[in-house]
């Protein structure tokens, strides 16, 4: 079958790739399309440390072929979108409703696929870059059939990180305000996030200002182009006072200080993109004693089950968009080109079929 497989040196699209069948509680999907985030490239450019040879992509939706001993929530034929959270189910965090925090589903990557005999790894527990993949049941959720696939592909990592940082770390608030810096994949489900919440003014800051129409579209009541620099005087002119909550969406150091800077009072910094692992930031500590907060955020706080089936249904109400996420949809030969336009920005979500 094909897949995406990095090994260390280059990115090929093979087409003598196996994956195993699944064994108890978990579930092989036939995938349909995937999307392709920048953190499947920051594998690629050493920015994400990961073991090699490994299928990429972390962000699917498809149709289950076969389920293993002891699933029961989904069955052959049903649409579903994958999470990458391979949580166990039965430690503390998850216990609490924090299945981000599950030590079990960090750092622990299976080897369910093989080529010429040789194993590969899974990336993120997922690895949708391939026809078909083996994920623990806890991943797949049920999604309604109606919810093309191409789109419903979004939810599992751009939609739940995005929007579930809003609604579930920082919890945004009826009237408040938001900042968001970066109008890509992330940033744009921040601002229907901070939409859905009922923020009162959304100020999205990119370089490009080509990314306007779309930041408008997904809720930002204000734009900032950063090309020229002055962005953060820009945006104070909007929010003279500041914002209750800023979400660095880059991963940048410089603009992470520049998300602590623009806080109001009492506001709260959410870090969404991921430099390199040992990049250092800083901010003035002074000015965090009025109640400042610097957030970390993992994958939208999000608990997959609950959040993709909500999120599904509110995109069947027309509440949340997902078609428009989708700016181009790429054959899965044609990875190298998909990949070339999310590097330089000409997509807002490259998304890969089969």
Same mark, same amino acid.
């Given at each position: 079958?094909?897949?995406?497989?990095?090994?260390?040196?280059?990115?090929?699209?093979?087409? #003598? &790739?196996?994956?195993?069948?699944?064994?108890?509680?978990?579930?092989?999907?036939?995938?349909?399309?995937?999307?392709? /985030?920048?953190? #499947? &490239?920051?594998?690629?450019?050493?920015?994400?440390?990961?073991?090699?040879?490994?299928?990429?992509?972390?962000?699917?939706?498809?149709?289950?072929?076969?389920?293993?001993?002891?699933?029961?929530?989904?069955?052959?034929?049903?649409?579903?979108?994958?999470?990458?959270?391979?949580?166990?189910?039965?430690?503390?965090? /998850? #216990?609490?409703?924090?299945?981000?925090? /599950?030590?079990?589903?960090?750092?622990?990557?299976?080897?369910?696929?093989?080529?010429?005999?040789?194993?590969?790894?899974?990336?993120?527990?997922?690895?949708? %870059?391939?026809?078909?993949?083996?994920?623990?049941?806890?991943?797949?959720?049920?999604?309604?059939?109606?919810?093309?696939?191409?789109?419903?592909?979004?939810?599992?990592?751009?939609?739940?990180?995005?929007?579930?940082?809003?609604?579930?770390?920082?919890?945004?608030?009826?009237?408040?305000?938001?900042?968001?810096?970066?109008?890509?994949?992330?940033?744009?489900?921040?601002?229907?996030?901070?939409?859905?919440?009922?923020?009162?003014?959304?100020?999205?800051?990119?370089?490009?200002?080509?990314?306007?129409?779309?930041?408008?579209?997904?809720?930002?009541?204000? %734009?900032? $182009?950063?090309?020229?620099?002055?962005?953060?005087?820009?945006?104070?002119?909007?929010?003279?006072?500041?914002?209750?909550?800023?979400?660095?969406?880059?991963?940048?150091?410089?603009?992470?200080?520049?998300?602590? $800077?623009? &806080? #109001?009072?009492?506001?709260?910094?959410?870090?969404?993109?991921?430099?390199?692992?040992?990049?250092?930031?800083? %901010?003035?500590?002074?000015?965090?004693?009025?109640?400042?907060?610097?957030?970390? /955020?993992?994958?939208?706080?999000?608990?997959?089950?609950? $959040?993709?089936?909500?999120?599904?249904?509110?995109?069947?109400?027309?509440?949340?968009?997902?078609?428009? &996420?989708?700016?181009?949809?790429?054959?899965?030969?044609?990875?190298?080109?998909?990949?070339? $336009?999310?590097?330089?920005?000409?997509?807002?979500?490259?998304?890969?079929?089969?």
């Amino acid at each position: 079958m094909r897949g995406v497989v990095f090994d260390g040196r280059e990115v090929r699209v093979v087409d #003598d &790739l196996e994956v195993r069948g699944p064994g108890p509680g978990e579930v092989l999907v036939a995938v349909a399309a995937a999307g392709l /985030c920048h953190s #499947d &490239l920051s594998v690629v450019d050493g920015t994400i440390p990961f073991p090699r040879p490994v299928v990429l992509g972390h962000e699917g939706a498809g149709i289950v072929e076969a389920v293993g001993a002891g699933v029961t929530h989904v069955a052959p034929g049903d649409h579903v979108a994958l999470s990458t959270l391979a949580n166990c189910g039965a430690c503390a965090d /998850c #216990d609490r409703g924090r299945p981000t925090m /599950c030590r079990k589903a960090i750092g622990m990557p299976g080897r369910p696929f093989s080529r010429a005999g040789e194993p590969l790894h899974q990336f993120a527990s997922n690895s949708a %870059f391939a026809e078909r993949t083996v994920v623990r049941a806890v991943q797949a959720v049920r999604i309604p059939q109606d919810v093309p696939l191409t789109s419903a592909a979004l939810i599992g990592c751009g939609v739940l990180t995005g929007v579930g940082a809003v609604l579930n770390r920082a919890r945004v608030g009826h009237g408040e305000t938001v900042v968001v810096i970066g109008a890509g994949g992330i940033g744009l489900n921040v601002l229907q996030g901070a939409r859905l919440a009922g923020a009162r003014t959304a100020v999205a800051v990119d370089a490009n200002p080509a990314k306007e129409a779309a930041a408008r579209l997904f809720g930002a009541t204000h %734009f900032v $182009d950063a090309s020229a620099g002055g962005a953060e005087a820009a945006v104070r002119e909007i929010l003279p006072t500041g914002a209750d909550h800023a979400f660095e969406c880059v991963g940048d150091v410089r603009l992470i200080r520049q998300a602590v $800077d623009l &806080l #109001d009072r009492h506001g709260q910094a959410v870090l969404l993109g991921v430099p390199p692992a040992g990049a250092e930031a800083s %901010f003035r500590v002074s000015s965090m004693y009025l109640d400042k907060t610097i957030m970390g /955020c993992r994958y939208g706080s999000s608990r997959p089950q609950r $959040d993709i089936a909500l999120y599904a249904d509110l995109y069947r109400q027309g509440r949340l968009l997902l078609d428009e &996420l989708v700016s181009a949809a790429y054959p899965v030969e044609d990875f190298a080109k998909a990949a070339d $336009d999310a590097r330089h920005g000409r997509v807002a979500r490259a998304v890969l079929t089969f």
